[in-house]
């Protein structure tokens, strides 16, 4: 008997903590997921080139997280690390796999997502742009993986082109045909999505909580915007060194990237674009009603990518930080990342907590009180959004990536080992670099520091579980 009332007082302690870090209105959640977007490439973290007001914006009335990973660095598995809670050693999309004929390996039924949980508290859910994670009618289709409502690209492959074919309103083909099958370029698909997204904010009412998903794919490439004001701000700024594409016309693919005599002014263009995007998005939150009771957080998927005539070097697209998408240090993964949300989040403060896209799951089911699944990689960081509370700390966050032979790292406080060619040797030598006197990774201490090596390399053979599900990349044969 004692046993059990122990118990049950326990139980009655947790729940009044978990109570005390939720607020008692349910907020609604809008969560904006750019695409390939730099730390470096907003004004807040000295991009001097291009101007962001309506991003810097969101961080001097918000929070910024300056020590916030992406799942990994290249974008379906970031993307399924986001939707279940998992790092890429547990999560169960581990590369940009693609399946014919249009979209990517499907998560599976027996995987829940965010946006299940959050349908089933009673949230309105909804993703506009970027889906990856499944195909129309499969088990990973969006609508079966907690979205009520769809509207974009559900292949990433097709995502590689702005002036599209067709786009996906849940199961139904829209097709543009404006575009006449890419040999034209007179519907922007960003523009058709981000009205849609807009739409749907305006349908919204106060007493009916929802979850935004904005899968952006600005500014990923090619590298191409509609001629209109806001590249005429930038063209001409810069010198360029013209990109040799594929182009749209008789002969145009649905994977490639067109031509760009003018890279670093389009480059600029579609950064700008998106902030544009933002600042809609606010605005209408503003004009509904709805801006006070709701969280928005703003980040990218992974680092800056060098396709289609892309210069992140120019831009210092990594703010710094060595290496840029599919590399796992840090310009690969470490994301700008900013929360917002009046009257709850602190505005213009910045905020140290380690965290990366394994933590949202738990962090917005705490905050909807939706029921949390027990076997997560992530951590709830309401406390840090709140102020109340103590905040929880990562033992260690990990991360791998199956192409380019193989890729593992992992983060410890201020410790960050990385390991290459895992696929032909797993047990081959880390490069160990102390983040918090060389942020740059420019100094492989592994040598002086023989046993935090060998810990941290115990920690990847552990945190990497082969998958039965998903017939991977193997990083170890």
């Known amino acids: 008997m004692n046993k059990l009332l122990f118990l049950f007082a326990s139980m009655l302690v947790a729940l009044c903590s978990h109570a005390q870090n939720r607020p008692a209105n349910r907020p609604n959640i809008v969560f904006i997921l750019a695409d390939d977007l730099g730390y470096g490439d907003i004004g807040i973290n000295g991009q001097n080139l291009i101007k962001t007001p309506n991003i810097d914006r969101l961080a001097k009335e918000g929070m910024q997280f300056t020590q916030f990973y992406a799942g990994t660095s290249v974008c379906a598995p970031s993307r399924s690390s986001l939707m279940t809670g998992l790092h890429t ?3 169960y999309i581990r590369g940009n796999k693609e399946v ?5 390996q499907p998560i599976a039924d027996s995987v829940t997502t965010v946006a299940e949980l959050l349908q089933r508290a009673g949230y309105t859910t909804a993703a506009f742009g970027k889906w990856g994670l499944g195909p ?11 979205f009520d409502r769809f509207y974009g690209y559900n292949c990433q492959a097709l995502a590689h082109r702005y002036y599209p074919d067709h786009l996906w309103d849940n199961n139904q083909k829209i097709v ?11 519907e922007y698909a960003p523009d058709l999505i981000q009205k849609q997204a807009l739409n749907f904010l305006d349908a919204r009412k106060t007493n009916q909580p929802f979850f935004l998903f904005l899968p952006y794919i600005l500014p990923h490439a090619e590298l191409l915007v509609p001629n209109d004001s806001l590249f005429q701000h930038y063209k001409g700024k ?3 060194k013209s990109f040799v594409g594929a182009d749209y016309g008789p002969d145009a693919k649905t994977g490639g990237y067109t031509s760009q005599a003018y890279p670093h002014a389009t480059f600029a263009a579609m950064v700008a674009r998106l902030d544009l995007y933002v600042g809609q998005v606010m605005a209408k939150l503003k004009a509904k009603g709805l801006d006070k009771n709701t969280l928005v957080i703003f980040t990218s998927d992974n680092g800056p990518h060098v396709e289609g005539g892309a210069d992140p070097t120019f831009f210092n697209s990594s703010g710094g930080f060595r290496g840029v998408k599919r590399d796992l240090y840090e310009g690969g993964i470490r994301e700008p990342f900013i929360a917002h949300w009046p009257g709850v989040v602190k505005p213009g403060s910045r905020n140290e907590f380690i965290g990366a896209f394994w933590d949202l799951l738990p962090t917005f089911t705490e905050l909807a009180g939706a029921s949390t699944p027990t076997r997560l990689d992530g951590l709830s960081f309401v406390p840090s959004l709140t102020g109340k509370g103590i905040q929880k700390k990562h033992a260690y966050l990990y991360w791998e990536f199956h192409e380019n032979g193989g890729r593992q790292a992992v983060r410890q406080d201020n410790w960050k080992a990385v390991r290459l060619q895992v696929a032909n040797n797993p047990n081959g030598p880390i490069e160990l670099f102390d983040l ?10 592994a040598t002086k520091n023989p046993e935090k090596a060998e810990q941290l390399s115990r920690i990847m053979n552990e945190a990497h579980i ?4 998903f017939p991977l990349i193997r990083l170890r044969d």
Do not use: W, Y
């Open 100 to 104: 014919k004929p249009e979209g990517q």
């Open 436 to 445: 918090a006197q060389d942020p740059a990774e420019s100094h492989d201490i």
């Open 176 to 186: 543009l045909t404006a575009n006449e099958n890419l040999r034209q370029t007179k």
């Open 89 to 91: 050693g547990h999560t």
């Open 466 to 469: 082969e998958s039965p599900l």
């Open 238 to 240: 810069f010198a360029e």
């Open 136 to 146: 129309v009618g499969s088990e990973g289709d969006p609508t079966k993986q907690g």
